[in-house]
């Protein structure tokens, strides 16, 4: 990988990646524990987990939209704690009390890429005041990256890289497909390792 020091912070983090490096780095994919959360018993357990924590990865999928002037609500919500990542289909009503308590709960961070915007949609599903919610890509940019989208992150920070697979796949369907759960997993995961790297590296102080 290059190592123009010029493009380095003083830890020796790379400030950004070109295509052809991150294209050598190895795939990562989660894991861990994954839980589509859909019954009573899966939210309790998901529920006592996530407020548990102290900081969680925070991500959304939507429905693609291919026309001009089309878009849809968020589908799809995961949380990544420390021992599972859990996946909240939104049309299951069920779902939306356990993540406002999430959201509105201050001594929980939700850690995650873009987070404004996929807050504003996830309103027009149902509502809440958000807390102690950190934009990686804003740390990553007072940190003089210039490249703050997950994937570029996770080659900077974690040197790996996030296959886009499911990305534009359909979120709304009622049957997720395995490559769908481990793709939106994966983002979440990812954005809490995030977190935990730019803790130890101090870029969380600046």
Sequence with gaps: MTTDTSFMFQNGTLRSISREDMAILPIRRYEGRLSLVSTPQAFE????DIL????VGLDTETRPAFAKGESYAPCLVQVATEHAV???QLRHPESHPILQELLENPQIVKSGIALAHDLRMLKTVF???QRNVLDLG???RRSGCSQTGLRNLAGLFLDF???????TSNWAAQNLSTQ????????AWACRE??????ILGLLEA
């Design 180 to 187: 769908q759960l481990t793709y939106a997993a994966t983002d």
């Design 138 to 140: 804003t740390v990553a």
């Design 194 to 199: 995030l977190f935990l790297r730019f803790e």
């Design 45 to 48: 357990e998901a529920c006592g």
């Design 86 to 88: 859990y996946l909240f």
């Design 161 to 167: 890289r996030i296959p886009k697979g499911a990305r």
């Design 127 to 129: 509502t809440f005041e």
């Design 52 to 55: 548990k924590e102290t900081v």
